[in-house]
Nanobody
Framework: QVQLVESGGGSVQAGGSLRLSCAAS?????????MAWFRQVLGKERVGVAH????????WYSESVKGRFTISRDNAKNTMFLQMTSLTPDDTAMYYC????????????????????WGQGTQVTVSP
């Protein structure tokens, strides 16, 4: 099993930056390959934001964050990061990290049902 714990959320003004972290732990954590960040606004569907695999490849972003967000991971620390810059109120959401032992393809990484493990989420609020 794998446990995921997000941190780093908070409240910032538009134009600001935040860095989210997702710490993974558990007996099978080293088998995790695809990891991703999703976000969800209350009352709306959870959507994929960024994806990365264990070797640092297959980095994909949603169009809404491309050029502003950067995903990375530190396998030695079993931690994934999301550096968010130039934040806007539209980025306000609960951010979740997700992981799977599978290596996801570009066509599938945004599907929540492709992931085996989820964190509890961290709230990001961006004020005008």
């Amino acid at each position: 099993q794998v446990q995921l714990v997000e941190s780093g959320g908070g409240s910032v003004q538009a134009g600001g930056s935040l860095r989210l972290s997702c710490a993974a732990s558990g007996s099978t954590v080293r088998r995790i390959d695809s990891m991703a960040w999703f976000r969800q606004v209350l009352g709306k569907e959870r959507v994929g934001v960024a994806h990365i695999i264990r070797d640092g490849g297959r980095i994909w972003y949603s169009e809404s964050v491309k050029g502003r967000f950067t995903i990375s991971r530190d396998n030695a620390k079993n931690t994934m990061f999301l550096q968010m810059t130039s934040l806007t109120p539209d980025d306000t959401a609960m951010y979740y990290c997700a992981a799977t032992r599978s290596t996801l393809a570009n066509w599938g990484w945004t599907r929540g049902d492709k992931y085996d493990y989820w964190g509890q989420g961290t709230q990001v609020t961006v004020s005008p």
